[in-house]
């Protein structure tokens, strides 16, 4: 069965560090573009990075730029979120998603569209 798998979400200190994983279960990656999305408790679903397999394009949201890098291994048919300096509000559960045509990598995560193909979800949490 195709499906997205995450993994990588756990407990960590503010200021700590984390690498999501989202790896592609029977089926290939290479052109789709990976997004990464979260939510928090009582929030609204907000896409945090997303990246191109084929190219390698990749956006990342203002809100975690110089924290936050997304990257990809296609031999490992695998896109990553490398979050560094966690704050207590990165505290969500972590969603990636994959989409065959998209305008941008911004586009998709901008709009983190019900169609995209989900994982079912990494948490994180971020406190003391």
């Known amino acids: 069965q195709a499906q997205l798998v995450e993994s990588g979400g756990d407990l960590v200190q503010p200021g700590g560090s984390l690498r999501l994983s989202c790896a592609g279960s029977?089926?290939?990656?290479?052109?789709?573009?990976i997004g990464w999305f979260r939510q928090a408790p009582g929030k609204e679903r907000e896409g945090v990075s997303c990246?191109?397999?084929?190219?390698?394009?990749?956006y990342v949201a203002d809100s975690v730029k110089d924290r936050f890098t997304i990257s990809r291994d296609t031999a490992k048919n695998t896109a990553y979120l490398q979050m560094n300096n966690l704050k207590p509000e990165d505290t969500a559960v972590y969603y990636c998603?994959?989409?065959?045509?998209?305008?941008?990598?911004?586009?998709?995560?901008?709009?983190?569209?019900?169609?995209?193909?989900w994982g079912q979800g990494t948490r994180v949490t971020v406190s003391s």
């Open positions: 029977g089926f290939s990656l290479d052109y789709y573009t």
């Open positions: 998603a994959a989409a065959v045509a998209v305008s941008s990598v911004q586009a998709m995560c901008n709009v983190g569209d019900p169609a995209y193909r």
């Open positions: 990246i191109n397999m084929n190219y390698g394009v990749t």
